[in-house]
Nanobody, 114 residues
Framework: QVQLVESGGDLVQPGGSLRLSCAAS????????MDWFRQAPGKEREWLAL???????SYQNSVKGRFTISRHITKNTVYLQMNNLKPEDTAVYYC????????WGQGTQVTVSS
């Protein structure tokens, strides 16, 4: 059974940084592409970043240069390093597998506020 568990969300001031983690069981990142998404209140879920099974990364333009997706294969964990956070980054952040079937974590809350 596949399980994704996100952690690392917190309340942070504008300009601050956070690192989110997504620990997986039942699936290997070495053969699965992984994404991070977020969903702000009243808005649709938004794609942020992808890391492929080969380690290639891509980003949504609004987070490019501020967010970095990475992974630790042996820990089976994907990370999202978020720098220079802005109030508009406030959302619940989810990791996701690009597998069939696909899987989602339960989300972790990030709040950017002074």
């Amino acid at each position: 059974q596949v399980q994704l568990v996100e952690s690392g969300g917190d309340l942070v001031q504008p300009g601050g940084s956070l690192r989110l983690s997504c620990a997986a069981s039942g699936i290997s990142f070495s053969i699965t592409d992984m994404d991070w998404f977020r969903q702000a209140p009243g808005k649709e879920r938004e794609w942020l970043a992808l890391i492929t099974s080969e380690g290639t990364t891509s980003y949504q333009n609004s987070v490019k240069g501020r967010f970095t997706i990475s992974r630790h294969i042996t820990k089976n964990t994907v990370y999202l390093q978020m720098n220079n956070l802005k109030p508009e980054d406030t959302a619940v952040y989810y990791c996701h597998t690009r597998s069939r079937p696909e899987y989602w974590g339960q989300g972790t809350q990030v709040t950017v506020s002074s």
